[in-house]
């Protein structure tokens, strides 16, 4: 007995050793990382790390609800990434762009929370340290978001305390978990019992983790009750309706044709947002303020209560590539920004209404854009029901005719009368031109690919053309077969809804030779311009070129 004892007490001296030749202990160790192995020590450092953040996640319900340490580091990380990241993101992951940026996210904080473990095994308190300076990140970041509350970096500080106090007693259990297994001396004892006492031990932490985390993020949401506070939005008749859409306005029996009309869970989303805003309709508020006469606030009763009107209008990305999908048409409905813009009397030097989001996402769009009759709009609808809570509940603006980052703000509740000037927006400040004008544009949604000719010998081309506040006059198509480009060909095109929205086109292309080729396609406006040959990608003032697809005919 006293020989197992003496063992068991050899074995404690050893798991405190230094490194293999070493003849003395690592000054300060909790445990020699050649004995408990780096993977363990990187799994204590990520166990300990997701239960600060689960505990943070659910501390956040009671101090600071839109705080969370991880939202606001990926909300962080969305500012302060380079222009060329952003460019990146979208094109290549287009609207998972966010799903994305969490992976990063996710991917950094499980490295660096690897390192911890790691570090604070070989050497007492410097695991701890870089904990810390994460920690302290999380707060600053929390901090210094906009709308943040008092206590907004109490999350942040917590989820570090909270991983400081359980990463060493986890190492420590780690280790004595080893020394259990080793000197129990009952069968499966060895590196199996080892290994299978480890995990439990991580097991649980990591369960207490999602617990904590997943709990924290329902109680959250319930807090916010957004999606409740939009079951109550009853959306009023429109003083102006529109007029259904006639069938000669849409091809949509073309297979593969985008319909006329955009449902809302295709809508494309790009926003700065990593997690959506929850913004309660009886919380919300719209001040007007700046170069105007009378400063003014609004509640969504205040703006339910007036004569709203409905408006197709097609909203574009200006990161959409020649062709890309970053584009869509809705049935909107709000009040006209002319209206709120008329009683805030705004002064005759003012020639930009900027325009903020709750998470500080700001937009600086031209006064005029907002005034001169286009239609633009503070949108409470989208396609018949209140805004989804993605694409900007309770309120968000749809401006004709420009791009979404100089006038599409979701969750707006800012408008500053200001000047260019005196003010920029966030993605001018990062290069983008201020104006932001949609680009006359087409695209082919079909033939892409192989395809053969249908029982009458031809092939439907068809796709989408957009030339907003002027309208598409036509549109026209050319094939290559390998020989070089052939004549331009007029389309058929649908009724125009307005100017304010694309049009579909189509064209039978009649015994198409079988092979390979090259289909190509332009938009001309009613003014006669043409929309532009010369390839430019999307920075800084939106793409252009001609869409071309490859076909093979069977």
């Not at 707060?139 to 008092?150: C, E, K, Q, V, Y």
């Not at 319909?259 to 719209?286: C, G, K, M, S």
């Not at 408006?311 to 909107?332: D, R």
């Not at 289909?519 to 920075?539: K, Y």
Request: hydrophobic share 45%.
């Amino acid at each position: 007995m006293r020989r197992r004892e003496g063992s068991n007490r050899r074995v404690t001296t050893l798991q405190a050793a230094g490194p293999p030749g070493s003849a003395e202990p690592t000054d300060g160790a909790i445990a020699n990382p050649a004995r408990l192995g780096w993977v363990w020590c990187s799994l204590a450092g990520i166990a300990a790390l997701a239960l600060g953040l689960g505990i943070a996640e659910l501390s956040a319900v009671l101090v600071s609800p839109r705080a969370t340490p991880v939202v606001a580091a990926g909300d962080t990380a969305i500012e302060l990434a380079p222009r060329w990241g952003k460019d990146f993101a979208i094109a290549v992951f287009g609207v998972r762009d966010k799903l994305f940026l969490v992976t990063v996210v996710a991917v950094v904080a499980v490295l660096l929370a690897a390192a911890a473990g790691i570090l604070e095994a070989r050497r007492r308190r410097t695991g701890l340290i870089l904990i810390a300076l994460v920690s302290i990140s999380l707060a600053l970041a929390a901090a210094s978001r906009p709308g943040a509350d008092t206590f907004a970096y109490v999350p942040g500080l917590l989820a570090g305390v909270s991983a400081m106090v359980v990463l060493p007693i986890l190492l420590r259990r780690l280790g004595a978990a080893g020394l259990a297994a080793a000197g129990s001396g009952v069968a499966g004892s060895g590196a199996g019992g080892t290994s299978g006492r480890r995990a439990v031990l991580l097991g649980g932490v990591l369960a207490a983790a999602g617990v904590t985390g997943f709990g924290g993020y329902a109680l959250g949401a319930r807090v916010r009750g957004v999606a409740s506070s939009r079951a109550d939005v009853a959306l009023p008749a429109p003083a102006t309706p529109v007029a259904p859409v006639s069938g000669s306005a849409t091809f949509d029996q073309v297979p593969d044709l985008a319909p006329f009309q955009t449902p809302v869970n295709d809508f494309y989303r790009i926003d700065t947002a990593l997690v959506v805003p929850a913004v309660r309709a009886d919380e919300w508020r719209l001040r007007i303020h700046g170069l105007v006469e009378r400063e003014a606030e609004y509640r969504i009763g205040d703006i339910l209560d007036r004569e709203l009107v409905e408006k197709w209008v097609t909203l574009a990305c200006v990161s959409n590539e020649v062709g890309g999908g970053l584009t869509g048409n809705a049935l909107w409905l709000g009040l006209p920004t002319a209206q709120l813009l008329a009683e805030a009397r705004p002064r005759p030097e003012a020639d930009m209404v900027l325009s903020t989001s709750i998470d500080g996402f700001t937009a600086g769009t031209p006064i005029e854009a907002l005034t001169d009759g286009r239609g633009a709009l503070l949108a409470v609808g989208m396609n018949g029901s209140p805004l989804p809570v993605e694409h900007g509940f309770p309120a968000r603006l749809v401006v004709p005719g420009l791009y979404g980052y100089v006038s599409a703000t979701k969750w707006v509740v800012d408008l500053e009368v200001t000047r260019f000037a005196d003010a920029e927006a966030y993605w001018t400040v990062r290069g983008w031109t201020a104006l932001g004008p949609i680009k006359i544009s087409s695209r082919i949604d079909r033939p892409i690919g192989g395809t053969q000719p249908g029982t009458d010998g031809t092939v439907v081309v068809a796709g989408m053309a957009w030339a907003q506040d002027v309208g598409v006059e036509a549109v026209e198509v050319r094939v290559d077969s390998g020989d070089g480009w052939g004549p331009w060909t007029t389309t058929e095109l649908a009724d125009a809804g307005t100017t304010s929205t694309w049009r579909q086109w189509r064209w039978s292309w009649v015994s198409p030779p079988a092979g390979e080729h090259r289909i190509q396609a332009r938009a001309t406006d009613a003014n006669g311009d043409v929309q532009v040959e010369a390839e430019a990608e999307p920075f800084p003032s939106g793409a252009t070129g001609y869409h071309t697809v490859g076909v093979s005919i069977s």
